[in-house]
């Protein structure tokens, strides 16, 4: 039905107003998406993931922490020994310390680092800058004189000694974890630490047994004596320049736990384990070796010469 003083539009017209629609959408979209997005402008990137310390970290690995010998923080995230925390809104300087360094008490020296103030309010959003703690060997010789009735305060491992005298090998490390020391020589490479039990501690028996060592795991700042017991090892001039190993790690390394029941143990069991050792440089400060991890696993490895 068609209404009466209306006529019908003729369809050469109509087919010109439909193409004309048609442009006009086209361009239309193209000057919208153009207003959205910049020609050659790539869509943004997802946000990136902030990714939790690798390391689970606990108050003892900060004890007497070198905070002003540490490089200035960044908060960018592009330092390999640092964890970049972002707060939280109910965040305070000592809950992030408690948090992440297992210790609260570690929090004016956190809150320094940061150049912020004990007292300072954290936002929400701000970051802070987390250092990975750093594990460290000590390495001395106690040393008892040729006439001396007592061994006396620990010296340099590089040491004079002279025929007659007699020395113990002296370590310390700053945090829990597992020692292991080896000695070599011309003729032969031994296991020091972890040392064989004493004869006493094992069960007597008519049959061979195989020797028992330790479980070589360390103290904080217990000074560990080679050998254990009451007399050292006499000085002996040929062997001036022993090269002694000595590795420590957090956890057990397991190359080395293998050569406790090895019958002989080479130097190039030793050398292939030093390739597992942190890349990087160690910080060394006689009597002192460092280095700073961010994984439970690395290892500080170094060697020293015995007496020369």
Known sequence: MMLSGLRPIPEDLMNRLLLAAIAIITVGTMIGCAV???KDEPPPLPPIEETKPPLSLKGEHFKSYPWDQLPKPLKDG????TFVYT???SDTIDSIAEKNMGDATLAPGLASYNQLSPSTEIKAGEKIVIPYPIIGVSSQLALKRKGDKQFGDPVAFTAEMKKGDEYKLRFETNVNGHLYVFRHGPKETTMLYPALLPKSSRTKSKTKE???????????HDAILIPTGPKGIQYDPMRAGDKVYVFFSLRPINGL???KEKKKITQQDLEDVLMLVK???I?????LKLIRISDPKEVLGFTLNLGG
């Open 210 to 220: 195989t020797l028992m060592r330790d479980p070589g795991i360390v103290r904080p």
């Open 283 to 287: 910080r060394s400060d006689p009597p």
């Open 279 to 281: 890349e990087g440089e």
């Open 78 to 81: 592009n330092d390999p020994d």
């Open 87 to 89: 707060a939280k809104a």
């Open 257 to 259: 736990e293998d050569l």
């Open 36 to 38: 959205f997005q910049k």
